[in-house]
């Protein structure tokens, strides 16, 4: 488990020199075979906002790991973005490997008014933008997003807070 120990990296992205808030960190060991397990270490920082996994053979191997991409990133010259098979806007750069998304015009187009999206997907195939989200006919849209609306229209009823899951992200 994590000890919290001094060097610790969300120590070390809280100190002055870091000034990195750290929205989330996971860690832990996951088996990657039944005689081997990884540590691994997740941090998501907001700036950069990007997310660091390091893995090694201890939860501080896997800490000092992450620590050194983000190392990295901060020294970086300056970033230049490749896509490396993203269509989805994000990319990464070609000197430190910094992954960010929107850093790219998506790669699809909405299927009815033509401007460049991702923000999701009809059952056959085309893509639909955020603001043409609710002109799809819903026959054409996956059961999670109806779901999803039926959800949060009951929550809207009720009076109670609307679930994180949001249609209105990009
Ligand atoms: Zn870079
Ligand atoms: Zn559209």
């Avoid at 994590?2 to 808030?21: A, R």
Wanted: charged residues 30%; proline residues 6%.
């Amino acid at each position: 488990m994590f000890t919290g120990k001094g060097d610790s990296i969300e120590t070390k992205l809280s100190t002055p020199e870091g000034q990195l808030e750290v929205v989330g960190l996971m860690f832990g060991e996951e088996p990657t075979s039944s005689h081997y397990k990884t540590a691994f270490f997740e941090a998501f920082p907001k700036e950069p906002a990007t997310f660091l996994r390091g893995e090694g053979n201890t939860v501080e191997e896997a800490e000092a790991s992450a620590w050194n991409q983000l190392q990295k990133h901060i020294a970086c010259p300056g970033h230049e973005w490749e896509k490396r098979g993203y269509k989805n806007g994000a990319g990464f750069c070609k000197h430190c490997g910094l992954f960010k998304s929107k850093v790219f015009e998506p790669d699809e187009d909405c299927y009815l008014c033509g401007q460049k999206t991702y923000h999701g997907q009809t059952n056959d195939g085309r893509w639909y933008c955020k603001k043409c989200q609710y002109d799809v006919p819903e026959e054409l849209l996956p059961c999670y997003v109806l779901d999803a609306r039926k959800y949060r229209a009951e929550c809207a009823a009720r009076g109670e807070p609307l679930p994180e899951y949001d249609e209105d992200e990009d």
